[in-house]
């Protein structure tokens, strides 16, 4: 693959460039298997379905053609119905924004599914890697396919490209 050069203009970056260095949806860390690609997680409904609604330009059209988006927040657009995210404001604090990724981790896995990588990685996926204790305590308390069960975390997890509807 030759390496292309994306360049990002929006409200939160200007001029930010960063390099697609391997195919699209390819050649994953093998510590980070998610099970749901960006595109599928749109379409099922994540984020109270506000999200990447000023940075769609940066990331393939067909990922928004069945996405469930709002201009407010709206956890009813969410798969499971239910708000399971911090406000952006909290993320920051807690120090989980870095600048080249300002919008946290869903921004980071898209670039990085389009085939970005970048020294922020290994952190990333140490953080994808933390939410597997939320899916034990969905398979501890509840029957597969009970998806009245846990609806918050199973929509939290969902927030993270793992696909609780198998749980």
Request: charged letters at 30%; glycine letters at 4%; one cysteine or more.
């Amino acid at each position: 693959m030759k390496a292309r050069i994306v360049t990002v203009n929006d409200a939160l970056q200007r001029k930010y460039r960063y390099t697609l260095t391997t195919p699209v949806g390819r050649n994953f860390d093998p510590e980070f298997r998610p099970q749901l690609t960006p595109k599928e997680m749109l379409e099922l409904g994540v984020f109270d379905g506000h999200y990447l609604n000023n940075h769609r330009k940066e990331f393939p059209a067909a990922w928004f053609k069945k996405a469930k988006l709002s201009a407010t927040p709206d956890p009813k657009l969410n798969y499971f119905g239910v708000h399971a995210s911090q406000p952006w404001a909290v993320w920051k604090k807690k120090g989980w924004i870095h600048p080249q990724d300002p919008l946290g981790w869903f921004q980071w896995y898209c670039r990085y599914y389009m085939g970005r990588r970048s020294d922020d990685d290994a952190r990333q996926i140490k953080r994808w890697k933390a939410m597997r204790r939320h899916i034990w305590q969905i398979k501890k308390n509840c029957k597969v396919g009970d998806f009245d069960c846990h609806r918050k975390q199973r929509q939290a997890v969902m927030h993270w490209a793992y696909d609780s509807r198998k749980m």
